[in-house]
């Protein structure tokens, strides 16, 4: 069955105001941390799925008007600015013009398009290209009562641990609590050293200023075409998953046992080695997230706002990955 997601209100939304305090000053604005400039320049996207009963539009909408209070960044806008005498630098220019709050209805039933496929999908997602929005959020309503709730936002404010912190607070002011912890906004804490210090070599990070050729870049084929890239998902059944765990921490380790995603990840790692037929002393490496708030000296508040997810590449050479056992790896 075809289904048809179809929007029927599109508006901004922005903080609420309270009469008795003073507006905020609409030309504030918050500079990018190097972490922040580090970023990918797109919105991740987070889907919530919610069965009935379920709160009505109208209450979803207020909530967020009060979280946009206290997490103004995702109600501004990107600028610029000269403060600090290098020339034009980014900016998230704290204006309150608001979130992109688009509600949608859908002929059909949620179990009819469960598990989504691309169409569906997009059409769940409000955010088209070109708009200056920060934030999206879109509610979409199935004739069957679920809610499904999209949110998204620009990498550039905050990271998925603080989108997290964020949908958090907004579900506090839906259920008329406070909104607590409150988010740290100070981005400061991250002005680097001066003068410069290189205390390790961030081999897989590279920053530099450079004048790129698009000529160049389109004359070059790419290695592979998009057609060549395959994207599969995968759902490990609960059993698998304590299996997976229990060879893992077949010899405890000194740290502790092992959990379930570093369980999990060695074992992906391990077959993707295997399949692809890489020779003994091949070097193979794996890309991984960190939250950094916790891993820092001092410590970062987890309500940072901001970004701080770090990449980690370990690596092996591919005969210790086949030769030892999951527990070493």
Not at 113 to 137: H, W
Not at 144 to 150: R, T
Not at 276 to 298: D, H
Request: proline share 8%; charged share 25%; net charge negative.
């Amino acid at each position: 069955m075809s289904s048809k997601i179809k929007q029927v209100s599109s508006k901004l939304v922005g903080p609420m105001c309270n009469g008795d305090e003073p507006k905020p000053d609409p030309n504030q604005f918050v500079s990018f941390s190097v972490f922040d400039k580090l970023a990918d320049d797109d919105h991740p996207a987070f889907l919530y799925v919610y069965k009935p009963p379920n709160p009505p539009n109208m209450l979803l909408e207020q909530g967020l008007r009060k979280a946009l209070v206290e997490y103004r960044e995702m109600a501004g806008r990107f600028s610029t600015s000269d403060q600090n005498g290098h020339g034009d630098e980014c900016v998230i220019l704290l204006n309150d013009e608001g979130v992109r709050f688009v509600e949608a209805i859908a002929d059909c039933t949620l179990s009819e398009v469960i598990p989504f496929k691309p169409d569906t999908l997009s059409s769940l997602n409000p955010r088209e290209e070109g708009q200056d929005e920060l934030a999206f959020v879109q509610l979409t309503r199935f004739s069957c009562g679920p809610l499904v709730l999209f949110f998204s936002s620009s990498h550039f404010v905050a990271d998925a641990a603080a989108v997290s912190q964020f949908v958090v607070a907004w579900s506090q002011a839906c259920r008329g609590l406070e909104i607590c912890p409150r988010p740290l906004h100070d981005r400061s804490i991250f002005v680097p050293r001066d003068p410069p210090t290189v205390a390790y070599d961030h081999k897989n990070v590279d920053v530099a200023k450079r004048v790129i050729n698009y000529q160049e870049m389109t004359d070059q084929p790419p290695p592979y075409s998009e057609d060549d890239v395959v994207y599969q998902k995968a759902h490990f059944a609960p059993e698998l998953i304590a299996k997976i765990k229990s060879k893992a921490n077949s010899s405890v380790p000194e740290r502790g046992p092992y959990s379930t995603f570093v369980s999990l990840i060695a074992h992906l790692w391990r077959t993707m080695v295997k399949v692809r037929g890489l020779t003994e002393l091949q070097i193979t490496e794996m890309k991984i997230s960190v939250n950094g708030r916790r891993r820092l000296k001092p410590c970062v508040r987890d309500e940072y706002l901001g970004n701080l997810i770090l990449s980690a590449y370990p690596q092996s050479r591919v005969k210790d990955f086949l030769d030892e056992p999951l527990s070493q790896r």
